[in-house]
């Protein structure tokens, strides 16, 4: 219940911020539930970089979720595994930190934090080298999927810092 009223609260403040706010469950992240979408009037955005800056947006949350999705289907059956999975499933949720702290930014109407930036590359570069460190063969091919998902994710980090 309470969780309701934080949603409608956090979509209230980004509507008054001119914002436009929905909810977008990310399974692995209980904390990061909300996506909005800048002004506007972004001193950073030119007009012809709003379109793209945010669906780029709405991308990486959303590859972000399908990535932590798919890191959670590798067998940790075998301990060094199971170890690189434990540190790419920290990766991807320090990057959902950054993003949340973004995302609180421009529902009040700030600019994204720099640290925030670096947070998120930070996590997503540590997931990479994680799940880049699997050799157990047993797993290759949900490790694969994974190290896709996250490249994609990367992508589109790397589509926000370039649009937005």
Not at 19 to 36: A, G, K, N, R, T
Not at 91 to 107: F, H, N, P, Q
Not at 126 to 149: E, F, H, R
Request: net charge neutral; hydrophobic share 45%; charged share 10%.
């Amino acid at each position: 219940m309470r969780f309701s009223i934080l949603v409608a609260l956090f979509a209230a403040a980004g509507a008054l911020a001119g914002q436009l706010c929905s909810y977008v469950p990310v399974p692995m992240f209980e904390s990061l539930h909300i996506f909005c979408i800048a002004p506007f009037h972004s001193r950073r955005t030119s007009l012809a970089n709003i379109v793209p800056c945010n669906i780029n947006r709405f991308k990486i949350v959303t590859t972000l979720a399908s990535t932590g999705a798919a890191v959670g289907k590798i067998d940790t059956t075998n301990n060094d595994t199971a170890a690189a999975v434990t540190a790419a499933k920290a990766g991807l949720t320090s990057a959902g930190d950054g993003i949340k702290t973004i995302a609180l930014a421009l529902i009040t109407g700030g600019s994204p934090p720099a640290a925030a930036r670096d947070q998120v590359q930070t996590g997503l570069n540590n997931a990479q080298s994680a799940l880049s460190g699997i050799t157990d063969p047993t797993v290759s091919t949900a490790v694969a999927d994974a190290q896709s998902k996250l490249a994609a994710t990367i992508q589109d980090g790397q589509g926000v810092v370039a649009d937005c």
